[in-house]
């Protein structure tokens, strides 16, 4: 095999190694809300530990990355293909760390339906989902057009997340003595409007790696 089809086949993998993170990060987040419905408190302690098989792969499509530019010292277009991987791992990441986040809190809540304290939270919970679907998607398949949807699409996750925040304000004034879980419940909406970032960040990175543009 020629050194620039072992290269070509070494990218191939990273790209299946990226995809095979992002699904895992998909089916956590999937899993913990489909827990929630049921109120499986036991499937969402297992989804707190999820995080640390997520950062174990994101470690090793990090090695093969910088394997790639020290042995192959790939240049223009391939570097850019390796850096916006090497970039991209780290928000899927954060992705996972933020799932694992969203499950401590949701016990804490006692796995009381998040429509009690938001009417707005659910809808925030799906459209967040479909984000990072999409934005993952787009980073798989290389495509540009489907990026910026994403990062347009984001101000949705953000005019929810503003809806939710007020709705909790409300719910403070009125409901006192459980401010704690109405605190609790606000970090779960912060860690929504994070991962809907990050989502957007996977987008930037699709782009630069074809553009070679940082926006």
Request: net charge negative; charged share 30%.
């Amino acid at each position: 095999m020629s050194p620039r089809s072992t290269f070509e086949h070494e990218l191939q993998e990273l790209q299946e190694k990226i995809e095979e993170m992002s699904h895992m990060v998909e089916g956590s987040y999937r899993n913990l809300f489909e827990a929630l419905a049921v109120k499986d408190e036991a499937a969402i302690a297992i989804i707190q530990k999820s995080d640390l098989t997520i950062y174990d792969m994101k470690r090793q499509i990090e090695t093969q990355c910088l394997k790639l530019i020290t042995k192959q010292q790939p240049v223009a277009g391939d570097l850019r293909i390796v850096s916006s991987v090497l970039k991209t791992v780290t928000d899927i990441e954060r992705v996972g760390d933020h799932v694992s986040d969203i499950a401590e809190l949701l016990l804490r809540i006692n796995m009381n339906k998040l429509s009690h304290y938001s009417i707005h939270l659910e809808g925030m919970v799906e459209a967040t989902k479909e984000l990072f679907m999409n934005a993952v998607d787009a980073f798989v398949n290389n495509n540009e057009e489907a990026s910026h949807k994403v990062i347009t699409g984001d101000d949705v996750i953000d005019s929810l997340f503003n809806k939710v925040k007020n709705d909790i304000i409300e719910g403070l004034k009125s409901e006192m003595k459980n401010a704690d879980e109405y605190i609790d419940v606000m970090m779960i909406t912060k860690y929504l409007e994070k991962i809907g970032d990050h989502a957007v960040n996977v987008a930037k990175w699709q782009i630069f790696r074809v553009t070679g543009v940082i926006s």
